[in-house]
């Protein structure tokens, strides 16, 4: 996921050419969940963008993005003192509203489910900011002279509607999301203009298209990873 794309990009970059250090310096990253990944961003413009895969060899894997950090951070020549802030893509605290709220409206239902899921979030989802700073005071060599910068959490589905807009080459267009759940909404609608993006309606848990097909996802390939499942599906069409 891109996060704090301002503008389409103006400049180009590659590892022959040392970018200056002039500049507001965003990082992005997405993490604790699946596809774990970083993207650091000049000015409105991509620097450099990675999934934490690519280093862990570890498919879709969800932990904390170091390598991909590390990565973006020496591609441009910076240390997190350069940067203006940090991003990550949701807010924890109204997706754990959303998850208590729903085990409180099933209960006894889901007591199992309830019990799994609170000591990871009590332990560490929860309290995400204090766990970010200690992963990232962990990065020693790219630090640089100053104190980390601040963090900031976008909703969920904020964050996928500025990765479809500000990176592409519009600067008028109508944007739609569609997923499982954020932290509430599944389905959302946003306008984006210039360096803007408004929404306009949203559909809110636990109505949502994301979720339905899941179910029936599961129900039919239950043991095929999800982003199998629509490739084979299509196969199953065609014969």
Same mark, same amino acid.
């Given at each position: ?26 990082? =992005?990253?997405?993490?604790? *969940? ?12 991509? #620097?450099?963008? #990675? ?29 997190? $003192?350069?940067?203006?802030?940090? #991003? ?5 605290? %109204?997706?754990? &509203?959303?998850? %208590?709220?729903?085990? %409180? $409206?099933?209960?006894?239902?889901? !007591? ?19 766990? !970010? ?6 990065? &020693?060599?790219?630090? =640089? ?20 807009? *500000?990176?592409?080459? *519009? ?18 609608? +946003?306008? =984006? ?7 306009? +309606? ?7 298209? =994301?979720?339905?097909? $899941? ?16 490739? %084979?599906?299509? *196969?199953?069409? !065609?014969?």
């Amino acid at each position: 996921m891109l996060f704090a794309v301002l503008n389409p990009p103006t400049e180009e970059y590659s590892s022959l050419s040392e970018p200056s250090k002039a500049g507001t310096w965003i990082l =992005g990253i997405s993490g604790y *969940y699946h596809d774990s990944a970083a993207c650091l961003i000049k000015n409105g413009s991509i #620097v450099a963008a #990675v999934q934490e895969e690519r280093f862990s060899r570890k498919k879709h894997d969800p932990r904390f993005p170091i390598h991909a950090i590390t990565y973006c951070l020496k591609e441009a020549n910076v240390t997190l $003192s350069d940067l203006e802030c940090i #991003v990550f893509y949701e807010k924890p605290f %109204l997706k754990f &509203e959303r998850l %208590l709220e729903t085990y %409180l $409206s099933f209960a006894p239902k889901g !007591l199992i489910s309830f019990w799994q899921a609170m000591p990871v979030w009590l332990k560490d989802k929860l309290f995400l900011k204090t766990r !970010l700073k200690k992963e990232f005071s962990k990065l &020693e060599t790219l630090k =640089g002279p100053g104190p980390l910068p601040d963090f900031t959490f976008p909703e969920h589905h904020e964050s996928h509607a500025a990765s479809a807009f *500000y990176p592409s080459p *519009y600067r008028q267009a109508a944007i739609l999301c569609m997923d499982g759940v954020g932290e509430w909404t599944t389905t959302s609608a +946003w306008t =984006g203009t210039s360096n803007k993006i408004t929404p306009l +309606w949203e559909i809110p848990f636990p109505h949502s298209l =994301g979720l339905l097909y $899941s179910a029936f996802t599961y129900l039919s390939l239950i043991h095929i990873s999800e982003p199998t499942r629509p490739r %084979l599906i299509s *196969y199953a069409v !065609l014969c």
